[in-house]
């Protein structure tokens, strides 16, 4: 193997690992604060915004479909992370915003789980934190990409889906002529 492609296969084998650990990691925090994994990265983006949100746009930046999404905030509402409150610009639209209390408490997990990734990145010089960062950011710019080219591709190797075989059956009650 030429150097390139055995470091492409590293690469590519520590790529898997970090992002199963990643996962593993995203759990044991969901598990931690009683939330879904789905729910603390939900709340990880919406920390992000700006302002509060409608259940749409957390649809967008989850890949949930809105009913799902819907669901999502209806969770994070009971476990007293979010709140509903209509728009003071258009009253018709009910945006999503995050309770500073609770959100602080999660942000105090956070840091006090980053102290150790902070020391790790004490180790890199500013322009290599700069290259990860840049990195970091193509990653999240390329998986959007391939997350909607996959779901613009039919699925692959799966059996008929629910609603393809609800077509192939009969009616409940109707006699099977199949």
Sequence with gaps: MVPR???MAELSGEARRHMAAYALFNQAVADHVGLHPTDVQCLNLLALEREP???GRIAGLT???TGSATRLVDRLERAGY???ERDARDRRRVLVATVPERMAELGALWERLNAPWEAMFDAY???QLAFLTTHMRRTVELGAAQIERLRAEPPAGRAASASESAKSRPARGAPDTR
């Design 82 to 84: 979010v709140t509903r």
């Design 63 to 65: 890949g949930l479909t």
């Design 125 to 127: 010089t500013d322009e």
């Design 5 to 7: 492609k055995r470091l």
């Design 53 to 55: 949100v409608t259940t």
